[in-house]
Antibody
């Protein structure tokens, strides 16, 4: 069945880096935009970044711009989030989510979500 | 402070109806489609409504969505204890070039 599975989370010290992965299966990964969304403990959803189906367009939340990089390898059906200069406020469960439309088209929605991976930034 | 504004909580008795509002502005709700997500504790969000008022396959017709101007609304009729969850609205914001979510609304069945 259609599935997204995140991995790579863990405990990391402030200022260090971490790379998350999101493996897709059961659908044509290369046809979809994909988003990263995070949720701090006890808090609401916060959008992090999005990438167009071929990687030609990327968008970032102001809170992570310049520190995080979203990328994808369609040959491996995998999405990545490279996180640098991590801060305590980046502590959250990170979800990847599929979007059947171009997010800037006005029709986007997140129709398939992974189970999430927890990132804890602490010394 | 979320770009989209939702009430923190709503409640009603079993079988009753609740509505959840989502207020935004022209750069997001007015000019872009709204979607709604249901999230149970410790689990991933799930798409409930897309394109303002459409339900994905498998979502019961007790759930409905609407949009007017800069506001959107999620309705749940025939409330069940299994509907107790957090609900989020979301859409693209053309000015921010960012996806935005509401702060979330906790539904409680009394």
């Amino acid at each position: 069945q259609e599935q997204l599975v995140e991995s790579g989370g863990g405990v990391v010290q402030p200022g260090r880096s971490l790379r998350l992965s999101c493996a897709a299966s059961g659908f044509t990964f290369s046809s979809y935009a994909i988003h990263w969304v995070r949720q701090a403990p006890g808090k609401g959803l916060e959008w992090v970044a999005a990438i167009w189906y071929d990687g030609s367009d990327k968008k970032y939340a102001a809170s992570v711009k310049g520190r995080f990089t979203i990328s994808r390898d369609n040959s491996k059906n995998t999405l990545y989030l490279e996180m640098n200069s991590l801060r305590a406020e980046d502590t959250a469960v990170y979800f990847c989510a599929r979007d059947p439309y171009y997010y800037g088209s006005g029709r986007g929605n997140l129709d398939l979500w992974g189970q999430g991976t927890l990132v804890t930034v602490s010394s | 402070q979320s770009v989209l504004t939702q009430p923190p909580s709503v409640s009603a008795a079993p079988g009753q109806k609740v509505t959840i509002s989502c207020s935004g502005r022209s750069s997001n709700i007015r000019n872009n489609d709204v979607s709604w997500y249901q999230q149970f504790p410790g689990t991933a969000p799930k798409l409930l409504i897309y394109d303002n008022d459409k339900r994905p396959s498998g979502i019961p017709d007790r759930f409905s969505g609407s949009k007017s101007g800069t506001s959107a609304t999620l309705g749940i009729t025939g409330l069940q204890t299994g509907d107790e969850a957090d609900y989020y609205c979301g859409t693209w914001d053309s000015s921010l070039s960012a996806w935005v979510f509401g702060g979330g609304t906790k539904v409680t069945v009394l």
